[in-house]
């Protein structure tokens, strides 16, 4: 049974472009009977949401967000859960904006107590 999701907090591991995602910008992911959602904000971010499904270890969802200057943006992502040798969890990240140009690749990894 691949490991739940739900009350983890994961940060991108490093900085995407600017006005975007990064190591400042904290998810918190809830996860229920195949579905998953996750509130954040940080960095650029003024808050952020996304949603979408689970099946084993491959997530598939939307996500939209509001930044500082006030613009909107939102987009698709499809990841892969993998679990790290010290029991954390890392998402392996595809995607792409659906509401400006531009698609990449990014990690998000859980954030222990100490990382926060």
Do not use: N
């Not at 400042?24 to 579905?35: I, S």
């Not at 939209?64 to 992502?77: A, E, P």
Request: glycine fraction near 12%; include cysteine.
């Amino acid at each position: 049974m691949p490991r739940s999701l739900d009350g983890l907090v994961l940060a991108p591991v490093a900085d995407q472009a600017p006005g975007q995602v990064g190591t400042r910008t904290r998810f918190t992911y809830h996860e229920q009977d195949g579905a998953i959602w996750a509130e954040y904000a940080g960095g650029d971010v003024v808050r952020g949401h996304l949603v979408g499904t689970r099946a084993g270890d491959r997530l598939d969802f939307r996500y939209v967000q509001l930044k500082h200057d006030g613009t909107t943006s939102s987009g698709h992502c499809v990841s892969t859960v993998v679990e790290l040798p010290d029991g954390r969890v890392r998402l392996e990240e595809t995607w792409e904006w659906e509401s400006q140009a531009g698609s990449g690749t990014s990690v998000v990894e859980q954030v222990t107590a100490h990382d926060s």
